[in-house]
């Protein structure tokens, strides 16, 4: 949960944003959540929030469910939606989002 890092508002703010299908811009996101604006320590605590399975990378799969990190009521992201966030930030092509990867990708927005 991003209890203590993020706020309600934020989230709930972020959400409603991206709640129809193919909405979903990732720079929008980030910024809107407040994540963009947050140290790198904190951008590191959401990845591990969002690296489900604790490999140290978040996965096509995780992605897809990525806003549900965020509200467990969130929608999934469509295929399209999780192919253009994947593409954003598996900078090195191995088909996942590494840490550095990740907060590359927050810093960007």
Same mark, same amino acid.
């Given at each position: 949960s991003f209890?203590?890092?993020l706020s309600d508002a934020d $989230? *709930?703010?972020a959400l409603a944003a991206c709640q129809a299908a193919e909405s979903?811009?990732?720079k929008e996101f980030f910024a809107k959540v407040g994540l963009s604006a947050k140290t790198p320590d904190v951008?590191?605590?959401a990845f591990y929030? $969002? *690296?489900q399975d604790k490999s140290g990378f978040i996965e096509e799969d995780e992605l897809k469910l990525f806003l549900q990190n965020f509200a467990s009521s969130a929608r999934a992201l469509t295929d399209k939606e999780t192919e253009t966030?994947?593409?954003a930030g598996d900078s090195d092509g191995d088909?996942?989002?590494g840490i550095d990867e990740f907060a590359d990708l927050v810093?960007?927005?």
């Open positions: 209890a203590g890092i $989230i *709930d703010a979903f811009k990732h951008i590191k605590k929030v $969002i *690296d966030f994947l593409k088909g996942k989002i810093k960007e927005a």
